[in-house]
């Protein structure tokens, strides 16, 4: 096939707390529909489009990094089996067991019924050291068990070679942190001298964000510094492995601010290597008034956390990296762009308030709508990748009522969106339900949405040359023009396939166990205590304090503790479990 009949993916996952067993479910789909359809043409008949889709890169933040980073090591595996139906076992699908079970004991759902979930794992005190503050709210010991796992487990055979035709074999794998140090910059202002100063100084700005930009095909020389090694084997059966670098960063994606644990880089990232990455990112050329510190370590040493933090939806790096690979895109016929996965989007014409009052006079007023000004700002995109008009659109979560395409149900359709998308982390039968409905949304997306203007004679369309016979499978009219799939989901062939839109593997919404929640009190307890002692005993001293601190942070402990049970079951009875 010609470079005119190749459409180029890139992926972009934005960040979701537990809510990536969403995401996970949505890729697992896509992945078997790519699957199945390179098979169906191998058959060469003439009512499945030949066309190409190529993925060229994965990105991601937080949650959504680390499902990017999964879906690369499954990749390399070569072992793809799709999990079509729930399971309570492990299935060596590595999407579902990493984000449906997490690190859940197995005997947990064997007859004994013994063992810990994630969640009463992660109230546990194991990661509080002498004489430290606390680590996070959360421990985060048990996320870090399943990133560990995911590489661990990777068979040694495991590389691009086992790619399939549908995976570039120069795959992109971009994961985006926050680092706690600013990446400092100064802008060279005129150089004006006076009585009192030989010039005037440049003004610094400073900058937060940084990509790790992983190359599947990377080259000692002509990447060094320009993107980083993708090698997950084990050191022993590969010297040049970068395993540990690439597992800290999948911890480091998710490492959500205050929550959970940060990362701390020594000596992972060359200095060289973030200031040539910022350059690319903000468009920066030589013949700019700007210069980077040049008194630096060979190595940025930085605490990072969250990657959402500041770089939430990370579709501008994966769009960048992909009109680098492929030149201008033509508006007309698009030939790459980029699907964003996002289990909690913000659509610009959802208003909270439908009087919103503008006119903050107070203190609490400022410092309440301050925060959020922060962040949201941070969060800007900054550079014109975005809006130049390359191919690119949204998928994200929708459940129907069954029977009525045009009407959704009456909650919310993620049963992992609760305490702010940690509520996932309660009950397996959460992240059940949303991995299978990440599943048919993106069957659905791919049979209704994912569509481009189809036309056969023009040579530089995607479905040039397309039989006939293929259109009226596949094609849906709108407005008088025809559409086609960019990826053909051709499970609808199958006689057997139900078509019905609004039917879902689980289709009722789950309902949160009171009960077993309510056996969580004391872990809760001892938790919040914990971290008031930790924090506490760091910034008081003395005999007064060691006499009274018993009873404050006893006092203080029970009323936190009662207040994180009352917000979680009204959060959870405001969403209908």
Known sequence: MSQSNTFHLGLTMAGAVSAGAYTAGFM????????????????????IPNHNVVIDAIGGASAGGMVSMIT?????????????????????????????????????????????????????????????????????????????KVFEQLPQDASKDNFPSYISKDLRILLTVTSLRPVDYKIKLSRIKSKFLDSTPGHRISNHDIVAHFKVNYDEIKDKNQFLPFRPLSPTSDSKSNRDFLVKVTKATGAFPVGLAPRYFDTEFPTEYIQNSLKKRKAFTASMDLEFEKDLKKNFQFTAVDGGAINNEPFDEVLRCLEENHGPEDAKNPKYGTVLIDPFPNFEDEIINSTPDYKKTSIMDIVGYLVPTILNQARNKQSDTFASGIFKIMAFPRKLKLGQVDEEVDHPPLATGGIGGFGGFLDIEFRKHDFFLGRKNARNFLRGVFFTECNPTDPNNLFHGISASAIEEFSRVVDG??????????????????????????????????KAFKALEKPIKNRVKAILKAELNTKF??????????????????????????TIEKDFKKRGM
């Not at 067991?97 to 994630?118: A, M, P």
């Not at 960019?486 to 057997?496: E, F, M």
Request: charged share 30%; net charge neutral.
């Open 72 to 148: 690369a090591l499954a990749l390399c595996d070569g072992n793809l089996k799709p999990v079509k139906k729930k399971s309570s076992t492990k299935t060596g699908n590595i999407l579902y067991d990493s984000w449906v079970f997490l690190d859940d004991d197995e005997s947990l759902y064997d007859r004994s019924g013994d063992g810990e979930t994630t969640f009463k794992k992660m109230l546990s005190n194991s990661d509080f050291k002498d004489n430290k503050g606390a680590p996070s709210l959360l421990n985060s010991k048990p996320i870090d068990r399943i990133a560990e």
């Open 481 to 514: 023009k025809t559409y086609m799939p960019i990826i053909p989901d051709v499970s609808k062939l199958d006689p057997n396939d139900d078509p019905n839109p609004t039917k879902y593997e689980i289709q009722d919404f789950p309902k949160f166990n009171a």
């Open 28 to 47: 697992d789909y896509i992945l078997e529909a790519l699957s199945e359809w390179e098979k169906a043409k191998q058959l060469k008949k003439e009512h």
């Open 541 to 566: 001293s003395g005999f007064f304090w060691w006499l009274s601190r018993g009873i404050v942070i006893g006092k203080v402990s029970r009323k936190l503790t009662k207040w994180v049970m009352e």
